[in-house]
């Protein structure tokens, strides 16, 4: 099968399979983003994430990971509802990736896999390998190869007709695709997410500091969240900058009813969730990212918040 044809069929595929783009990249070592990652990671930008650090080899060049690969897929699936949050200041938020019934990398990893038997069913020779936030491989810089959309200051990718509350995923595969090319910036003179950004993690254009992230303390952070990061009403995640993108708010939404908010916890007060057991934060959570925090985590987040207020 020619490579055009391949590319039609697997292209169709994904959007039957629910994504919303797909490009195709040449797989390459990468030079210019493996360079940013060094530079963010001897800065120590990635905070406690040391695991950022693992496989930099793998990380940057994919046939690392799989030494016959000619192509990276990449993938968008949409996870914005038309819900908004509350603004009712004693209502915490919860990032609109985190606040529906069930995790995304479950989700998607099964369709990938779905996707994969797809696209191996195709030719004997096609071998196929997918990722979702789950291996050593950068998912924006692939995106952005593609042409899905451009990295943008705040650090999400943008697609110019969605915005950027999208997930991503990647199929390896080692066949020849027709290739995409990227998209252009349209930043441009836009400052809003630097500016909106309220603990200056946005330190430069496209640059994040996770030190200063409340992303980064409310989720990843194993430890006390410092005094002087005020969580700003965030008790899971942060959306501050991609609410005030231009490009979002486009109404394209998905139409994946697992990212719709969990009702035990639309509008519920921080009393009504410093109140929750153990038991029953286990149970409403039990299958969402929010479960990544430990009951520990998750108490820890309220109170700081709280007393942000
Ligand atoms: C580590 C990580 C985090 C960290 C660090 C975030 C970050 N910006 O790196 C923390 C915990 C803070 C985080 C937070 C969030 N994350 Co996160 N995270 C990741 C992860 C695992 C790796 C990202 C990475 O490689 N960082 C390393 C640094 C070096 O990369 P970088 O900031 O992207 O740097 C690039 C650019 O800045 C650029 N660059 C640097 N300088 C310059 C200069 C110019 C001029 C230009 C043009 C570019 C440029 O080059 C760098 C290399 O490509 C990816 C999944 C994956 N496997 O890729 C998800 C991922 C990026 N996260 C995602 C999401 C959804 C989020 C949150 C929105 C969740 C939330 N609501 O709280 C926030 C967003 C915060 C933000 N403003 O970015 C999505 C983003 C989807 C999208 N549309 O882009 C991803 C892709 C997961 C997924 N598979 O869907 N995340
Ligand atoms: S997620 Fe929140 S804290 Fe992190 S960079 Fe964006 S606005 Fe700043
Ligand atoms: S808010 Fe403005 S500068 Fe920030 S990512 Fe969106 S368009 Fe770019």
Redesign the pocket.
Known sequence: MNKTRLGEIIKSKCIEAGFFKVGFTRAEKTYSEALYLREWLDEKRNADMQWMANNFEKRTDPSEIMEDIRSVISLSYLYDTPVAHSENRNIPKISRYAWGERDYHKIIKKKLKNLCNVINSLSPEIKTRAYVDDGPVMDKAWAVRSGIGWM???TNV?DPDTGSFFFLAEILINAELDYGTPVED??KS?????NACPTGALYEEYKLDANLCISYQTIENRNDIPDEINLNGWIFGCDI?QD????NGKNKFTTDINFLPKSQIKNKTYDELLNLSEDEFNKIFEGTPVRRTKYNGWKRNLIKAKKDL
């Open positions: 943008g200051k705040n943008i349209l930043c836009c400052n809003l997410c630097i900058c005030v993108c231009p490009f």
